[in-house]
């Protein structure tokens, strides 16, 4: 975790790499923007990212299609 003056920044990383990418889908969860930002790499060896600032829009677009979406 890291601190600063304002709040605190927690990094989560998927144990299992991803069987295409090989990369490990990465979340941050930012107390000072009060967000959660989720990280992966698509299938063209991009990195992309989603910004959340609701933990209801977040879970939400977990429950989507798998297939539609990654992580």
Request: hydrophobic share 35%.
């Amino acid at each position: 975790m890291e601190e600063c003056d304002d709040g605190c920044v927690l990094w989560l990383r998927q144990q299992t790499p991803d069987a295409v990418t090989k990369t490990h889908h990465r979340i941050c969860l930012d107390s000072q923007t009060n967000s959660a930002t989720v990280y992966w790499m698509n299938s063209f060896e991009k990195v992309v990212s989603r910004t959340f600032r609701s933990a209801a829009g977040l879970r939400a677009w977990f429950a989507l299609d798998p297939h539609a979406h990654k992580p």
